[in-house]
C-alpha cells in the first residue's frame, strides 16, 4: 500500500457549499451546541458542567475537570508517573510513542486519572477515563491504575467510584492491552471480596473491551444522558451488517430499559446521587469490618466452638446408649 499523504482541494469543498451568509465563526472560547445551536462562553460552560443549559446536551468532560466537579475540596492524584511502554514497537500512520506523546502534549498523562478525594463528605478513590487520550483506550497503565486505585481502596476500607469513556482496548499494545480485561475484573473482585462498593459512571462513549470487562460490573451503575454504551458502535455494526439501525441503538436510555443501567443521570444531579449512596454504603466508623465481614466472623467462632464440644458430647451420647443401665 502506498502511504501518499490524502490531499484536499478546499476550492472543491467550497464550490459544493449552498449560496447564503458563511457560518459565524465563533470566538475561540465560545462552543456552540450541536442540538440546538446555543453558544456558551467558557466560563459558562465550566459554571454549568458542560451541559448545554437550553436543551441538556452533555458534553464532553476531561477527567481532570470531572475530578474537580466531584470532590469537596480538591483532590490528590495518585500514580501519575506511570507510563505505558510500547513492547510491540508498533507503528500503524505513526509509531505508537509518538501517538502518546501528542496526548500527552494536550495535557493528560494516561487515558485514567485516578484521584483521591471526599465526595459529600465521603472518602472515596475515583477513577476517571478521559476519552481525549488515544480514545480513552486501554493499555497496560489504565489496568495497572484500576488495579492500584482497588488495592488502595482495601488497604484505606474506602468505596470506589469510576467513571468510563473509552473506545475500548488499545489496538497499539495489542494483546496486552486485551490482558487489561481480566486484570480489572480480577480488581472489582478484589473489591467484591473486601465487601467495599463500587459505583460505576458509564459516559459516552463506553465500547469495546471496557464495556465488556469492568464497566459492566459496577455494585451501582449510572449513566449520563444520551451516552453510548455497546460494544460495538452502531457505525461498525453497520458496515459489517448492512442494515440500518434505530437510532436509539445503545443509547443509555436503551440500556436502561434493557436492565443493563441502574439510572439515567443528568450530570448536575450526578455528585449528590454518588454521594447518597456512598453514605448508604459507608462503613459506619473508618477501618471497622463491615456488619457482614462481623456477623461471619461471629458464626464462624459459633460454630468452631461447637465443633470443639462435639466429639467429647458424642463420646457421651455413644457411652449412655451403649450403657443405658447406668443413666437409669
Ligand atoms: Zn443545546
Not at 484521584?115 to 493499555?139: K, N, P, R, T
Not at 436502561?256 to 443528568?266: E, I, K, M, R, S
Not at 449412655?320 to 447406668?326: A, F, S, T
Amino acid at each position: 500500500m502506498s502511504k501518499r499523504p490524502i490531499t484536499v482541494s478546499v476550492d472543491r469543498l467550497r464550490r459544493k457549499r449552498p449560496d447564503g451568509p458563511p457560518p459565524r465563526r465563533l470566538p475561540a472560547d465560545e462552543r456552540s451546541c450541536p442540538k440546538c445551536q446555543s453558544h456558551w462562553r467558557a466560563d459558562e460552560m465550566r459554571r454549568n458542567l458542560r451541559v448545554c443549559a437550553t436543551c441538556g446536551h452533555h458534553f464532553a468532560v476531561g477527567a481532570r475537570e470531572r475530578l474537580d466537579q466531584f470532590a469537596d475540596d480538591g483532590w490528590l492524584e495518585l500514580w501519575p508517573e506511570l507510563r505505558a511502554s510500547d513492547p510491540l514497537q508498533f507503528v500503524d500512520l505513526e509509531p505508537y510513542p509518538d501517538r502518546v506523546e501528542r496526548a500527552e502534549r494536550a495535557g493528560n498523562n494516561e487515558a485514567l486519572v485516578v484521584g483521591e478525594l471526599a465526595m459529600g463528605g465521603h472518602e472515596c478513590i475515583a477513577a476517571i477515563m478521559d476519552f481525549s487520550y488515544l480514545g480513552g483506550s486501554m493499555g497496560s497503565v489504565v489496568g495497572e491504575k484500576l488495579a492500584r486505585a482497588a488495592d488502595r481502596c482495601v488497604e484505606r476500607g474506602v468505596p470506589m467510584v469510576v467513571l468510563t469513556a473509552s473506545g475500548g482496548a488499545r489496538m497499539q499494545e495489542g494483546v496486552i492491552a486485551l490482558m487489561q480485561m481480566a486484570k480489572t475484573v480480577v480488581a472489582f473482585e478484589l473489591m467484591q471480596d473486601a465487601e467495599l462498593p463500587v459505583i460505576v459512571v458509564l459516559v459516552h462513549p463506553t465500547t469495546g473491551g471496557v464495556w465488556a470487562s469492568f464497566a459492566s460490573l459496577g455494585d451501582v451503575t449510572y449513566a449520563e444522558p444520551g451516552a453510548l454504551i455497546a460494544f460495538s458502535g452502531p457505525r461498525v455494526i453497520e458496515q459489517t451488517t448492512r442494515e440500518k439501525l434505530a437510532p436509539e441503538f445503545g443509547r443509555a436510555e436503551t440500556q436502561l430499559l434493557n436492565g443493563q443501567v441502574d439510572a439515567v443521570v443528568d450530570r448536575r444531579e450526578l455528585k449528590d446521587r454518588i454521594a447518597k449512596v456512598l453514605g448508604i454504603l459507608e462503613r459506619p466508623t473508618g477501618l471497622d469490618p463491615a456488619p457482614a465481614v462481623t456477623w461471619a466472623q461471629e458464626t464462624a467462632e459459633r460454630a468452631a466452638s461447637v465443633a470443639r464440644g462435639l466429639p467429647e458430647r458424642s463420646r457421651r451420647l455413644v457411652s449412655k446408649v451403649l450403657k443405658p443401665e447406668e443413666g437409669a
